[in-house]
């Protein structure tokens, strides 16, 4: 065993004792979660690995993006192309970046052509909580749910009026000005936020060659997001969600041009939840939810993507049989408007499912099932079977299968013959669904605000899709096939807890992510990961210090020793300080040791950089 994996065994055994919590010391397995089920449960009745991240959690570390508090946080591993707003993408359990889902207050929030979500332009401060739901849920979720699940809610009013106002600036020209009101009377509740981000970035790709473009590539963001809702009657509520980001990222495309990408994701909804009786709630959800994407790579070269979304869903919650009865009716409609031309723009998917959970005594059982029709390639059935048994009052085993599986994209599906003088691409009609059968086994143990998990997963992913070169063919044509099968197999091991003021949280992360077939690595997955993190309150002042390391990485496949890309960790700290009542000064420092890093071959990371923020806030 080498030193990286000694010490990350070693945190996590120092840690074994003193459990998962959040930041303000409540456990987070006592938080109150829906992703888990898609019903209301506490997080440490849950059979599948789920973690809380708070509006508290958010604003006591200080990230300056969604991205960079992902990263730190357990089977979560990200790739960045450049610094901030750079194309980012999200890995679950050495899972694919299209095998997790992102949902903004319930909606899909993605493009049906690339096959995967913009998490790089949802800002924090629009954020109220975060649920991320690890190992595959398609049962629940239909299509993309392969590795997990991130569910976004976006911030929601309370009693009384709550302005808030922070405006910061850090390394690289960084600035950032954001404003909230939000608040509520008897049952009425509304928000609104309003922000604007901006940096000058760093040059993503220093080291490229003919044609580079030495420059500092920059990133700028509007953001907007508003809430309203109205219970009546007694158990009754409406209400709307909206959500926009319209960002831009400067970008090197290898000649001395400015090359940029305007990206905008949109997500609105509304909903009305109604009593139809004792035991028996029903969920009534329209929305429609939009990726946005122009790329202008040169003068003369550029190129739009664009998805739209539209979702109706009912969903039914009834007490049956000592437990909780789901069942739900969705119907999803894809559109794309795209400047190819693409044979087909459009597809819906009709979808059932039902769901059971349920606890007596010591036992915990969940089972769930879900049929999804797809107009471009029929049905497909997926469920999973989970079981949890408290054999001490402070501890549980539980186990559970499952199956997943992600739909073709309209880019594999549809993309037309397009060739250059490198030869010619294509999409593939004939295309399956990618599809997996995960198995995993865990134990947690939760004593008040000390607890801790380990949970062993093993993952199997059939009929992957990707661009192949066709043997034969002149010109040199690659067109998307079911070409490969890939085995993700590990261990998660997590820990925290609130200790003599200290509030402590550790997870270390062992995973092998290979091709079934030929046995090599996958792209871009560390083997070995872990992350600590540390904070005390003292006075008016805050004090965290965190850890974040991964081991070495391999960017593409078939291994070799010229896209090795070596382990690395990075030290961040914060600092918070009240000066007065409503008033608070907020820094962050990141990459303290300035470590040389890579998380895309090619393409750099910001080195130490620093920024300070005033959030004003009465209370």
């Known amino acids: 065993m080498?030193?990286?994996s000694s010490a990350a065994l070693a945190a996590a055994c120092a840690c074994a004792g003193i459990g998962a919590a959040r930041a303000d010391g409540v456990p987070t397995l006592d938080a109150v979660v829906v992703t888990a089920t898609r019903q209301v449960e506490r997080a440490s009745d849950a059979l599948a690995a789920i973690e809380v991240i708070d509006r508290e959690d958010i604003e006591r570390a200080g990230h300056?993006?969604?991205v960079e508090l992902l990263s730190a946080r357990a089977g979560i591993q990200v790739t960045t192309n450049g610094g901030a707003g750079s194309t980012s993408k999200i890995l679950i359990r050495g899972a694919n970046a299209g095998h997790t889902l992102l949902l903004i207050d319930g909606m899909r929030a993605g493009s049906a052509t690339r096959g995967d979500a913009t998490p790089e332009v949802i800002p924090l401060e629009a954020i109220e909580r975060i649920e991320i739901l690890r190992g595959p849920a398609s049962a629940l979720y239909g299509s993309d749910a392969i590795g997990g699940v991130i569910q976004i809610f976006t911030r929601k009013g309370e009693e009384g009026i709550h302005p808030s106002l922070r405006a910061g600036f850090g390394s690289d020209d960084t600035r950032t000005l954001s404003a909230a009101l939000s608040g509520g009377i008897d049952r009425l509740r509304y928000s609104l936020v309003a922000g604007h981000d901006r940096t000058g970035g760093i040059d993503a790709k220093p080291a490229s060659r003919a044609g580079s473009d030495p420059d500092r590539d920059g990133f700028r963001n509007d953001y907007q997001s508003a809430s309203l809702s109205l219970g009546f009657r007694e158990r009754?509520?409406?209400?709307?969600?909206?959500?926009?980001?319209?960002?831009?990222?400067?970008?090197?495309?290898?000649?001395p041009y400015d090359s940029y990408l305007d990206k905008r994701t949109e997500s609105v909804s509304a909903h009305m939840r109604n009593q139809l009786g004792a035991g028996w709630a029903s969920t009534l959800r329209l929305g429609h939810s939009a990726d946005r994407a122009f790329t202008r790579s040169s003068e003369s070269a550029s190129s739009?993507?664009?998805t739209a979304q539209r979702l109706l869903s009912w969903q039914h919650d009834v007490a049956l049989g000592g437990g909780s009865l789901l069942a739900a009716y969705e119907y999803l409609e894809q559109e794309v408007d795209t400047s190819t031309a693409y044979a087909e723009t459009k597809r819906t998917v009709n979808s059932a499912l039902l769901g059971w959970g349920g606890q007596f005594g010591r036992h915990h059982l969940q089972l769930n099932a879900r049929h999804d029709d797809n107009s471009q390639f029929g049905g497909r059935t997926t469920g999973t079977a989970a079981y949890g048994f408290e054999f001490l009052p402070q501890w549980r085993v539980h186990g559970s299968i499952g199956t997943a599986f992600k739909a073709p994209t309209f880019n594999d599906l549809y993309y037309p013959r397009t060739c250059t003088s490198s030869g010619c691409n294509a999409g593939n009609p004939d295309l399956e669904p990618e599809t997996a059968l995960n198995r995993e086994l865990g134990i947690a143990w939760e004593a008040g605000r000390y607890s801790a998990r380990a949970t062993y997963f093993n993952n199997r992913i059939r009929n992957l899709i990707e661009w192949a070169l066709l043997p034969g063919t002149r010109p040199r044509t690659r067109m998307a096939g079911n070409v490969s099968d890939a085995r993700l197999e590990g261990v998660e091991l997590g820990a925290a807890a609130e200790w003599r003021g200290y509030r402590l949280r550790a997870s270390v992360d062992?995973?092998?992510?290979?091709?079934?077939?030929?046995?090599?690595?996958?792209?871009?997955?560390?083997?070995?990961a872990a992350a600590v993190a540390v904070e005390r309150d003292a006075g008016g002042w805050t004090l965290g210090a965190e850890l974040v390391a991964q081991g070495a990485r391999y960017d593409a496949v078939p291994n070799t020793?010229?896209?090795?890309?070596g382990g690395y960790g990075l030290l961040n700290a914060y600092v918070h300080y009240a000066p007065a009542r409503d008033w608070r000064i907020e820094a962050r420092f990141n990459n303290l040791l300035d470590k040389d890093y890579e998380l895309v071959r090619g393409y750099a990371t910001p080195g130490a950089n620093a920024f300070v923020a005033v959030r004003y806030a009465p209370r």
Not at 510 to 528: C, F, M, P
Not at 561 to 565: G, Y
């Open 561 to 565: 020793s010229a896209d090795r890309m």
């Open 64 to 66: 300056s993006s969604l």
């Open 510 to 528: 062992l995973l092998d992510a290979r091709d079934a077939d030929t046995g090599e690595r996958l792209a871009r997955r560390a083997s070995r």
């Open 2 to 4: 080498d030193r990286f």
């Open 236 to 255: 009754d509520e409406i209400g709307v969600a909206l959500f926009r980001a319209d960002a831009q990222n400067d970008y090197d495309a290898g000649r």
């Open 304 to 306: 739009r993507f664009d």
